[in-house]
């Protein structure tokens, strides 16, 4: 059975950091580009951060130079350092397989980026 399980947002003033964590379960991981993914109020989920099983990355322009992706595969895991957050940061981020994703969405976690 797959499962994605984001954790690690919260509160944080701008300019603040955080770093969200995934852990995948099933075959869902293996071999396979992973991303993150955010949707804000009223927005459509976006795509903001990609990574292969090699170890490529790719971000959106949005979040190029302040957000860093990584992964582990031998422990199914993956990373999203957030630096120099801004209040249009603030959303639900998702992990899932890029950079369409899969049905397999997880509960994502809630960033909420204000003073």
């Known amino acids: 059975q797959v499962q994605l399980v984001e954790s690690g947002g919260g509160l944080v003033q701008p300019g603040g950091s955080l770093r969200l964590s995934c852990a995948a379960s099933?075959?869902?991981?293996?071999?396979?580009?992973m991303g993150w993914y955010r949707q804000a109020p009223e927005k459509q989920r976006e795509l903001v951060a990609a990574?292969?099983?090699?170890?490529?990355?790719k971000y959106a322009d949005s979040v190029k130079g302040r957000f860093t992706i990584s992964r582990d595969n031998a422990k199914n895991a993956m990373w999203l350092q957030m630096n120099s957050l801004k209040p249009e940061d603030t959303a639900v981020y998702y992990c899932?397989?890029?950079?369409?994703?899969?049905?397999?969405w997880g509960k994502g976690t809630r960033v909420t980026v204000s003073s």
């Open positions: 899932n397989t890029a950079p369409y994703g899969s049905n397999y």
């Open positions: 099933g075959s869902i991981f293996s071999g396979i580009a």
């Open positions: 990574i292969t099983s090699g170890g490529f990355t």
